[in-house]
């Protein structure tokens, strides 16, 4: 998030927005653009669950790779998947990864980084995924540090990080990776605390705020924190935002190609159905993440570490009823929704999860604050996805008691299997989600052939039907 001068101040903002009416707001959509945004944030990774080590196919292979490394004894590459991890010896510390990364031991530790291994192979794994299995670095006992480097400020990362330990000796050891103010699921050594058991993987995905990021291995309750191997691609995301619109009738809602999933998040929503798109309800009534079936998770997007948290809208937050003029099903999506607290500003940093890369998709989602009450009727936020940003959704159409919300649409196809959608404030407000739709659409290029095939059919039977009778066609 970049962090931009202010031409204007908040005072008179809210009193220009207090005058305008629905559509001043194109207008100063202009000037909110450059309005200072929330302060910029430590990188947050957003971690996928950790999985246990299978097939080859673990490896990732979509975006661009930045660099691919195994710790190991001697260098030797090994390609797994059709990806090539150079192998690395550690000869002194901080150990590195060609001009990708380091690792650090722990302060106060550096006896005890060393590098481990072979451990007996997994009979369940190929002999080069195996390799990534057996031989690690470590700092014991406390925390290591691993740094990537050289990184491009606002373009969007895939780190995948293996940890292994075959060995029957060390039963159940676990850790975690923290990058930012989250922390990955525990991470398992070896799956059957046996020789020759499996380890772990876990994918974190973030977007770059400045040229390095740093990620903490923890061991679990005294466990010895690991580094096997680690892949860094590139897969940034174009995303083209639509103009935000307000909320007016039922047909707002789109209905391209196939639905994925589509939710109302908060307190006092209800499942509704609108233009034939059925919304699941999802009741966030607090703490740090919320999920939304396997479509979608949302975490606070956070400025401090300190004091941050994820609410849904109460029954005394929503105000006044949506504008009359809605549909009953349409205002189900207006009445409440979640937003992310951390200090006194914060957001909703919402992850699209397991997307078809190559496959393109539609997002569509909205805000509403009906109340105007003096405070909320002038709200705005930007949504923002790998660098591209949305314009001003305002949080309500009128400035007064029943004022409508805002919706826009997002078109991308997928570089990876998640997305990062960050709801950002305007100046002292809030970022916030009412309701939001997932869905698969066909690539421009597939509608054109599609076009062409049923214009080719057209003419073909028009051919046929103008055929004059007991004429034969000829080759």
Not at 6 to 23: C, M, T
Not at 212 to 218: E, F, G, K, Y
Request: proline share 5%.
């Amino acid at each position: 998030m970049n962090k931009s001068s202010s031409i204007l101040s908040a005072k008179n903002l809210s009193a220009v927005f207090r005058r305008s009416k629905w559509s001043s707001w194109l207008a100063l959509a202009v000037f909110c653009s450059q309005l200072a945004l929330a302060p910029a944030q430590a990188a947050n990774f957003y971690w996928q669950t950790p999985v246990t080590m299978t097939a080859d196919t673990d490896v990732r292979t979509y975006g661009s790779l930045v660099g691919a490394y195994h710790v190991a004894l001697s260098s030797t590459t090994t390609t797994v998947n059709g990806v090539s991890f150079a192998g690395t010896t550690i000869g002194a510390w901080p150990a590195t990864f060609g001009s990708v990364a380091t690792l650090t031991p722990a302060a106060g530790d550096p006896s005890g980084a060393e590098t481990w291994g072979p451990a007996p192979a997994s009979p369940t794994l190929s002999a080069n995924y195996a390799v990534l299995n057996r031989t690690a670095a470590y700092s014991y006992p406390r925390p290591s540090t691993f740094t990537l480097n050289n990184l491009t400020p606002g373009r969007s990362y895939m780190l995948q990080t293996w940890v292994g330990d075959t060995r029957q000796s060390v039963g159940f050891r676990k850790q975690t990776l923290s990058g930012g103010f989250t922390t990955s699921g525990t991470m398992a050594f070896n799956s059957t605390g046996l020789d020759g058991g499996n380890g772990s993987f876990v994918v974190g995905n973030f977007v770059a705020d400045s040229t390095s990021q740093v990620v903490t291995i923890n061991g679990v309750v005294g466990d010895v924190p690991m580094l096997n191997a680690f892949q860094l691609r590139d897969v940034t995301t174009t995303v083209n935002w639509s103009p935000a619109q307000k909320m007016t009738a039922d047909t707002d809602v789109r209905t391209d190609g196939t639905l994925v999933g589509a939710f109302t998040a908060g307190g006092v929503n209800n499942a509704t159905t609108v233009n034939g798109v059925s919304f699941s309800h999802v009741n966030v009534t607090g703490g740090n993440l919320a999920t939304f079936g396997s479509v979608a998770t949302a975490v606070p997007l956070a400025t401090t570490a300190a004091s941050w948290n994820l609410y849904g809208l109460g029954p005394t937050e929503i105000g006044t009823p949506a504008d009359p003029t809605l549909s009953p099903a349409y205002a189900e999506l207006a009445k409440g929704g979640i937003i992310g607290i951390a200090d006194v500003v914060g957001g909703v940093a919402l992850t699209l999860n397991n997307l078809i890369p190559g496959q393109q998709y539609l997002f569509q989602t909205w805000v509403n604050d009906s109340r105007g009450n003096g405070n909320v009727e002038y709200r705005t936020q930007t949504l923002s996805a790998d660098g591209f940003t949305s314009g001003v959704m305002p949080f309500n159409s009128t400035q007064a008691d029943g004022g409508n919300g805002s919706f826009v649409t997002g078109t991308f196809t997928a570089v990876a299997d998640s997305l990062t959608i960050d709801y950002v404030p305007g100046v002292g407000g809030i970022g916030q989600m009412n309701a939001f739709q997932v869905r698969a659409v066909p690539e421009p290029g597939a509608l054109a052939l599609a076009g062409i095939g049923i214009a080719a059919a057209a003419w073909a039977s028009r051919r046929r039907s103008h055929k004059k009778p007991g004429a034969e066609a000829t080759g």
